[in-house]
């Protein structure tokens, strides 16, 4: 049951991620969707959407990495 709550939590910011791709492909290519007044707007919410997408999806596979100690040693905490 845990896996399939942790799946649902990670679908949100993949599917903001691919909607953000979406928004910058549309800007990219001179297509305004209707919530965005211009396309330099609508480019920089898709960014936005991306980058919180990926900097969310990268962190988990960061924070399971480290807790499975699959990391570095220099991103581990030293203990005083």
């Known amino acids: 049951m845990g896996r399939v709550i942790a ?20 800007a990219f290519f001179f297509i305004q969707q209707p919530p965005y007044p211009a396309i330099w707007v609508q480019f920089l919410a898709g960014l936005l959407f991306f980058a919180l997408g990926m900097w969310f999806l990268a962190g988990f596979i960061f924070h399971r ?5 699959k990391v570095t040693r220099s991103f581990t905490r030293k203990k005083a």
Not at 11 to 17: C, D, M, S, V
Not at 65 to 69: E, I, M, N, P, V
């Open 7 to 26: 799946l649902c939590i990670l679908l949100i910011p993949i599917i903001g991620a691919g909607y953000g791709i979406k928004l910058m492909r549309d």
């Open 65 to 69: 990495d480290k807790k499975r100690g």
